[in-house]
């Protein structure tokens, strides 16, 4: 990365500016909370995303909260560096991890037409090269700096354009976590205003329906499905939920059926129990995506065993 702690590039060509330590700890993690207890299969071969809307969806809307502060900060910094004349509007916010085998060629992020409303870019790195993945440096085509070393907290913010096309190396081990914005100077895709008519649906659907305060639910099955064979006829994979909560420590077992489960998708959207080891946890569960966010959740605050020495049968 580079030595300074923030290195601007406004008299160079192209225009690109990074930032060290722009996130904290605490926030770099809390957004890796968000996206190992909520992710679903992303848009390429072993890519998980996190998308806002996605969080309104599946009842999980008090996660966009921490975004709201950083998403602000980012924009700002964005409009001053490029000395934006008016106002930009968000176009996309998500969490995206790449794992194992992921790459991607030399590309610009507004190389597609459908994709021409993205002026600008911000990427913040959620975890550090070395210490959580190997593999996966960023690098730019042409101007300074030419690579750049994924550290928790950096920021890389640039143009959208062919002024700043890049490319990102293959993830040989472990998962690369970042939280991508593209910000427009097009108030027509506006993020914002798609997330609050989101958001004003579920809210008048569950003052309906459901006036209590409910657990998460799952999307579409389909998006938690990570296929091993892409090529493949035959559905080989497995259930990304239930393969966090196997990294965690924890097999499920049916409220209904005797017998721990697998990868029957359908069944891990019903009520469950969760099992490690020999212990039988009481609590149930509304799906697996709920016990994924709890699970992840004690994780994140080092209190695991705590739960199960006062859960156990």
Not at 197 to 208: A, D, E, P, R, Y
Not at 270 to 275: F, T
């Amino acid at each position: 990365m580079l030595p300074s702690r923030e290195m601007g590039a406004k008299s160079l060509k192209p225009p690109r500016l990074i930032l060290h330590n722009f996130l904290t700890s605490e926030e770099c993690k809390e957004l890796e909370f968000i996206h190992k207890s909520s992710s679903t299969v992303g848009y390429r071969p072993n890519v998980f995303s996190t998308t806002l809307s996605h969080l309104i969806a599946t009842n999980s809307s008090p996660f966009l909260i921490p975004f709201v502060p950083i998403r602000e900060k980012l924009k700002e910094k964005v409009e001053n560096f490029f000395g934006c004349e008016y106002e930009l509007c968000i176009e996309f916010t998500g969490l995206i991890s790449w794992c194992r085998g992921a790459c991607i060629g030399w590309h610009s992020d507004d190389n597609r037409p459908y994709l021409k409303q993205r002026h600008f870019t911000a990427v913040c790195y959620l975890n550090s090269y070395g210490k959580d993945f190997k593999g996966g440096l960023f690098h730019f085509q042409d101007g300074e700096p030419t690579t750049l070393v994924p550290m928790a907290g950096d920021v890389a913010i640039y143009t959208a354009d062919s002024c700043n096309i890049h490319a990102v190396d293959e993830i040989i081990e472990g998962e690369r976590l970042t939280l991508t914005l593209w910000f427009s100077r097009d108030s027509a895709h506006d993020e914002d205003a798609k997330l609050i008519s989101l958001l004003s649906k579920t809210m008048l659907h569950c003052s309906i329906n459901m006036p209590e305060v409910k657990p998460p639910m799952l999307a579409s099955i389909n998006m938690y499905w990570f296929s091993l064979d892409l090529a493949s006829h035959q559905q080989l994979g497995f259930d990304i939920c239930l393969a966090r909560m196997h990294v965690l420590g924890f097999d499920v077992c049916s409220c209904q059926a005797e017998g721990l489960l697998s990868d029957s998708t359908e069944i891990l959207m019903e009520p469950l129990q969760l099992v490690r080891g020999k212990e039988l946890f009481k609590q149930d569960f509304v799906n697996i995506l709920h016990a994924l966010q709890v699970f992840s959740l004690l994780q994140m605050l080092n209190n695991i065993d705590q739960y199960s020495v006062g859960s156990q049968m």
